[in-house]
């Protein structure tokens, strides 16, 4: 199975930035793509952006220009650079991948346990 640790939440400023961790252990040999997602109160969780193992990154509209998502195969980590962050991105961040396990194949998603991020005024 895969596990995945999220961290680097907290409190900052309006205009202020924070880096979010998500960590990787178990059977990461079968990690294809990791993803960011935040909820905030009353709220949907939302995609807020995606990396995979070849590189290929994703962000969504209202993150664009401000967060930046990467990795670091080396300790199977992957990061959310969060600049000039605004108030409406406060939430729960978390980060999710999906994988196959067994015989026959079954599909299976994991999730971090989250990070609050909390943007002040």
């Known amino acids: 199975q895969v596990q995945l640790v999220e961290s680097g939440g907290g409190l900052v400023q309006a205009g202020g930035s924070l880096r979010l961790s998500c960590a990787a252990s178990?059977?990461?040999?079968?990690?294809?793509?990791i993803d960011w997602y935040r909820q905030a109160p009353g709220k949907q969780r939302e995609l807020v952006a995606g990396?995979?193992?070849?590189?290929?990154?994703n962000l969504i509209d209202s993150v664009k220009g401000r967060f930046t998502v990467s990795r670091d195969s080396a300790v199977n980590t992957v990061y959310l650079q969060m600049n000039s962050l605004k108030y409406e991105d406060t939430a729960v961040y978390y980060c999710?991948?999906?994988?196959?396990?067994?015989?026959?194949?079954?599909?299976?998603?994991?999730w971090g346990q989250g990070t609050q991020v909390t943007v002040s005024s």
């Open positions: 999710h991948t999906k994988g196959l396990e067994g015989l026959p194949p079954r599909m299976f998603n994991y």
């Open positions: 990396i995979s193992t070849g590189g290929t990154t």
């Open positions: 178990g059977s990461t040999f079968n990690i294809n793509l």
